[in-house]
């Protein structure tokens, strides 16, 4: 099979950007899209060149350090697929392959294809956590939990934090990430006592970080690879509403 | 110099001893706690929840991560469950013989009083991170839902979902988050440990490399905390992240923290095949899947047909048949070896002959399609992506794959290592699974070593050695820094000026090679010596003709890839060399000299009830070897048996 992939290259954050053609040949239907990318790689290498520069680790979908746009989508045109998880198959003989960074305003480029998602890590910090210190805790059976809560506690819990709601959403915006974080904890006993202000910490950190507003197009939930539904984000505006409106308590 | 390895296992009856430790310990005044710096290496379990729990305690706590966020380290990865002494399902479960399965589990490899005290927290673990908001599995009642795993004949795992290891990463991860958001933490990531710095034989800090800006820098510390996880990538396919290495260890290896049973490989049996000369990494399938899936191959030779062709009774399920009373749920080294068995006997399946089948067909005749897309869903659907096929209607074709390395720096009952004030937490240290790691218990570890001893033991020591006047601490300024970091950048600096013609990743596939071929599964005196033959000219060459393109003042992951192959390289050396010198088989060591006539391995306990503990003693030289004579007062050594 052979391509023509068109990446973007930018040697760090201060220095202008632009996209580099290449054509590829020798790719094989069963590699990986990243696998693809270490070819590519390997044969810059060997001509003397700087290769591509990617973030990627547990190549199986659950890390989440995998993070590029391809011909303009998130994780590239298959749907509940992380980068890492693509194959080549996808594609067909003679395309071209377009690929760029995650774009917004809160995650600045390091270089090529990888960029700084250190804001979601700031948003965590500023409340995405039950306060329960280590040692001292009830016997974890003490406290029964539905089980359609804790699936749904689950199903917002199993965000990975990539980043391809934001790169997705015409505003830029990181609602999605954080409605899974606060549905996670905002649908378990024991994430109750913190709810309003968790909720209320985490938005005022977002907008600190200059994501974007929500517009309800939905896009963050088309490309997320984990299926995290928009429901989520109904549920923490309403949680905010209340946090600013009924629960003083900070 | 051989090491002094005394294990400093508390007095008394095996079930008082940690308890009894904790009173002995010294304790450090909470008003003293913030004028201690500790630094953990590593944000996984054992780092994330090592770092949370010392900063929740007072202590000033410098963590730090290759990754770009503390949330991705690799426990990530892991799917299954883990395992706690609850007893909820009420099937004869106790600490008793979560403490019995792991050390037979571990084929009479580990440290009797470890894991004694593994098995004591593990329940507290679960408590824990129910607390902090981990959603694990539960039934209509509320209450939480266990299921059973490999090597054990009672349902003590805990899981959420197929993503496990994700969720109590969540949890431990969050945990730190709140105490970096209070500033007890300072958190460090892209940035990658370059070497340990001891003082007068003592730990005293880090070097480190900023991955963005390749600026080396120095950290000073009362304590050093390695969390830094396995070494499975020295055989370039695994299911290990690309990223996990031994640098870390490696380099306190090199500035005294001995070495243990390196040789002891975990091989999981059901990971993806192996597909094409370009595959960068195999994935794992959790063990969980043979709870419910039946494994087999066909009775005929090279029987070519889809396997909805071949009939009931010309299909062997051969765990079934071999081992009649754990069928598939026997231990991973067995179910590994039972399957490199009958591939090598020529009734492997799929293109290569390299695989078998896992089958749900049984189970979902039994149970319903939806009940097994609600126990595995994510799992199949991971299988679907890489594999092409539907598991739900055709069996899923695995083949075992270099998972989990159970040696490690070696570490006292404290989890202190060789050199005083580094500590070991996690896969990163040898203690606690012998030569072979039961399902779901690599977590429990993690995070017992991490929430409930180093935050005692850690703070023991400080009492015990640690300096608490600010005047007379060890800052970067000390001659000790100015070394460690010379040779650092002195290191980086060879590596460029080679530029070579050969890149990084086809010297670390060729040593994958290698020892995969003779250090893997099936290992002999013959392999093993071809190996520290290939080992060294492999290295040789390499800094002759590695080429790094670009600098090391960059974003260059080429740099970061440089210099982990570079240790790769040693260290693959001081595997085989255990190896070869284990003249036994147990666990993951599987040396096809010492089977029995059935095939099963056969341990030596009179001349191997040991750990070997390897000491650096500089380039190509042989390291010495020392050894831990491991005491086992309340079991029976016994063949492992699960027929």
Redesign the interface.
């Known amino acids: 099979m052979k391509i023509t992939l068109h990446a973007w290259r930018q040697k760090d954050a201060d220095s202008p950007g632009g996209m580099q053609t290449r054509e590829v040949d020798g790719i094989s239907k069963d590699m990986s899209f990243l696998e693809m990318l270490d070819k590519v790689n390997e044969d810059i290498i060997n001509e003397g060149g700087e290769p591509i520069a990617f973030d990627h680790d547990c190549r199986e979908g659950i890390c989440g350090t995998c993070s590029m746009m391809i011909n303009g989508q998130a994780h590239g045109p298959d749907g509940s697929t992380t980068t890492c998880q693509l194959h080549m198959r996808s594609f067909k003989d003679g395309d071209a392959i377009h690929i760029e960074p995650w774009r917004s305003r809160a995650f600045p480029v390091v270089r090529d294809l990888v960029v700084d998602r250190s804001s979601f890590d700031r948003i965590v910090q500023a409340g995405g956590f039950i306060s329960a210190n280590t040692g001292g805790c009830h016997d974890a059976n003490s406290q029964l939990v539905p089980k359609v809560s804790s699936d749904l506690a689950m199903d917002a819990a199993a965000c990975i934090g990539c980043g391809a709601c934001v790169a997705s959403c015409p505003n830029g915006s990181a609602m999605l990430f954080v409605a899974a974080k606060i549905g996670h904890l905002a649908n378990l006993p024991q994430g109750q006592p913190e709810r309003y202000s968790r909720a209320r910490s985490m938005i005022k950190q977002m907008d600190a970080e200059g994501f974007g507003a929500c517009s309800n197009h939905y896009e963050c939930e088309a490309s997320c690879p984990k299926d995290i539904p928009v429901t989520f984000i109904s549920d923490m505006n309403r949680d905010v509403l209340k946090a600013n409106t009924c629960h003083s308590d900070k | 110099m051989a090491f002094n390895l005394d294990s400093k296992i508390p007095e008394g009856p095996l079930a008082d001893k940690w308890t009894k430790h904790r009173f002995d310990m010294k304790l450090v005044n909470p008003a003293n706690k913030r004028k201690f710096n500790v630094i953990v290496v590593g944000s996984g379990l054992a780092g994330a ?1 090592a770092a ?2 010392l900063s ?1 305690l007072g202590y000033s706590v410098d963590c730090f991560c290759f ?8 426990s ?2 892991a799917q299954g469950g883990i395992n706690a002494a ?1 007893n ?1 399902p009420n099937d004869g479960d106790s600490v008793r013989r979560l403490f019995y399965d792991t050390i037979k589990g571990g084929d009479y490899r580990a440290r009797e009083a470890n894991v004694y005290r593994l098995a004591e927290v593990s329940n ?1 673990i ?8 981990v ?10 839902d266990n299921r059973s795993f490999g090597g054990a004949q009672v349902s003590r795992t805990f899981y ?2 197929g ?1 496990t290891g ?2 109590l990463l ?1 949890g431990a ?3 730190l ?2 105490e ?2 209070k500033g007890g933490v300072t ?1 460090h ?1 892209r940035t990658e440990m370059l070497d340990v710095v001891t003082v007068d034989g003592e730990a005293k800090g880090i070097i480190t490399r900023d991955l ?1 800006s390749g600026e080396i820098k120095r950290h000073a510390g009362d304590a050093v905390l390695l969390c830094t996880g396995g070494y499975s990538n020295v055989f370039y396919l695994s299911t290990n ?3 996990s290495n031994v640098t870390a260890a490696f380099r306190a290896h090199k500035k005294g923290a001995g070495f243990a049973n390196p040789c002891y490989t975990q091989i999981h049996p059901t990971c993806i095949p192996v ?2 000369e ?4 195999l ?2 399938m959790s063990e969980s899947l043979r709870n419910d899936g039946r494994v087999w191959v066909p009775k005929k030779k090279g029987d070519d047909r889809a396997p909805s062709d071949i009939p009931e009774n010309e299909r062997d399920y051969y765990l079934e048949r071999r081992y009649p009373s754990f069928g598939n749920l026997v231990p991973r080294d067995v179910a590994s070896r039972a399957a490199k068995e009958r591939c090598d006997e020529g009734f492997g399946v799929g293109e290569s002959g390299l695989a078998v089948y896992l089958d749900f067909a049984d189970a979902i005749s039994r149970l319903g399609e939806d009940t097994i897309r609600e126990r595995y869903g994510n799992l199949f ?2 299988y679907e ?2 594999a ?1 096929e539907n598991p739900y209607k055709t069996p899923m074709r695995i083949f075992p794959a270099v998972h989990y390395t159970m040696g490690g720096l070696w570490v006292d009952y404290n989890l202190q290592t060789t050199v005083p004030g580094l500590f070991a937490l996690g896969e990163c240290n040898f203690s606690d699974h012998g030569a072979n790691r039961l399902g779901a218990s690599a977590l429990m570890q993690g995070l017992a070593d991490g ?2 001893v180093a ?1 005692y033991t850690v703070g023991n020591y400080l009492g015990e050695h640690g300096e608490m006047n600010t005047a007379k601490k060890v800052t970067t300024e000390h001659p000790a820094f100015d070394e460690a970091e010379a040779a650092v950048i002195a290191r980086t600096e060879r590596l460029l000026a080679v530029n070579g ?1 050969q ?1 990084i ?2 010297f670390h596939k060729r040593l994958g090679l290698i020892m995969w071929d003779n250090c893997g599964m099936g290992r002999t005196k013959e392999t093993l010596d071809k190996a520290l033959e290939e080992i060294p000219k492999l290295r040789e060459e390499f800094w002759s003709d590695v ?1 790094i ?2 600098g090391d003042k ?5 740099v970061e890839k440089a210099n982990r192959v570079a240790d790769f390289l040693e260290f693959a050396e001081t595997m085989c060399l255990d190896a070869l010198t284990r003249e036994e088989s147990c666990g993951g060591h599987f040396r096809e000299e010492h089977q029995s006539a059935e095939g099963e391995a056969q341990r030596n306990d009179e001349n191997y009830a040991h750990a070997a503990v390897w000491e650096y003693t500089g380039e190509g030289n042989r390291p010495e070897l020392s050894i831990e004579q491991l005491e086992f007062e309340n079991v029976m050594l016994t063949t492992r048996s699960y027929k």
Request: aromatic share 8%; net charge positive.
């Open positions: 929840s949370a729990s929740e990754q770009d966020s503390p949330r991705r380290a690799h990530i990865a609850k909820y507290g679960i408590d824990q991170c129910v607390a902090q908001g959603p694990f599995a539960r039934d209509y009642g509320g209450l939480l959420a979902r993503q994700q969720q969540i991860y969050q945990a988050s709140k970096i958001g958190m990531t963005v992240a690309m990223g597909s094409s370009h595959q960068s990494k994935t794992l659907q991971m992506k890489i092409a929430y409930f935050p013609t890149s990743d086809s080429r393109p670009g960059e974003f260059n992951a080429e």
